[in-house]
T-cell receptor, first 111, second 113 residues
């Protein structure tokens, strides 16, 4: 089983719609969780950190379910500029802050 | 602040040659990392450093070496390049274990042929 698993997509989303997708992780000792976005041929950029039960940042909401070991990301009122690959990231070990990256979920927002 | 900068942006290397990828950060971060990303794949940790003079191996260290003589710089050395090292290399940095968010440089696209 992969340490961090994501549905690769693509999720084809009409502009203005809501899209949500999950990520599962295998290490129950993980303490830090993040969503990054990565545009084609660019570096990953931090979208949001996910602490405790979850948090919201504008149109983006992240939820953490420790019991079932999954994290979700919801995007409301999707914009064309939201088209990207979203990477679920979990810390493997706190010491040294080593992270494990999922393979990414591709989202395509269409007019 | 420039954040994390990497040079070069692109490079073509012949099999058996060596080269150094440069990475510099100006955010006063203690931790620095090197990742590689192959097409359609997730990022894999090559090496990391928790401070000047301290480095450790990640998941895929074979064929690479690093050094950390200053807080700002974390160069990655490829010795005897092989086609399997064709990849995009990202450098990242973070402040500490308690402030774990990592910030990435723009990447170096390396082809070994």
């Amino acid at each position: 089983r992969k340490e961090v698993e994501q549905d690769p997509g693509p999720f084809n989303v009409p502009e203005g719609a809501t899209v949500a997708f999950n990520c599962t992780y295998s290490n129950s000792a993980s303490q830090s969780f993040f969503w990054y976005r990565q545009d084609c041929r660019k570096e990953p950029k931090l979208l949001m950190s996910v602490y405790s039960s979850g948090n919201e940042d504008g149109r983006f909401t992240a939820q953490l379910n420790r019991a079932s070991q999954y994290i979700s990301l919801l995007i409301r009122d999707s914009k064309l500029s939201d088209s990207a690959t979203y990477l679920c990231v979990v810390n493997r070990e706190a010491a040294g802050n080593k992270l494990t990256f999922g393979g990414g979920t591709r989202v395509l927002v269409k007019p | 602040n420039a954040g994390v900068t990497q040079t070069p942006k692109f490079h073509i290397l012949k099999i058996g040659q060596s080269m150094t990828l440069q990475c510099t950060q100006d955010m006063n971060h203690n931790y620095m990392y090197w990742y590689r990303q192959d097409p359609g794949m997730g990022l894999k940790l090559i090496y990391y450093s928790v401070g000047a003079g301290i480095t450790d191996k990640g998941e895929v260290p074979n064929g690479y070496n690093v050094s950390r003589s200053t807080t700002e710089d974390f160069p990655l050395r490829l010795e005897l390049a092989a086609p399997s090292q064709t990849s995009v290399y990202f450098c990242a940095s973070s402040y500490s274990d308690s402030i774990p968010e990592q910030y990435f440089g723009p990447g170096t696209r390396l082809t070994v042929t």
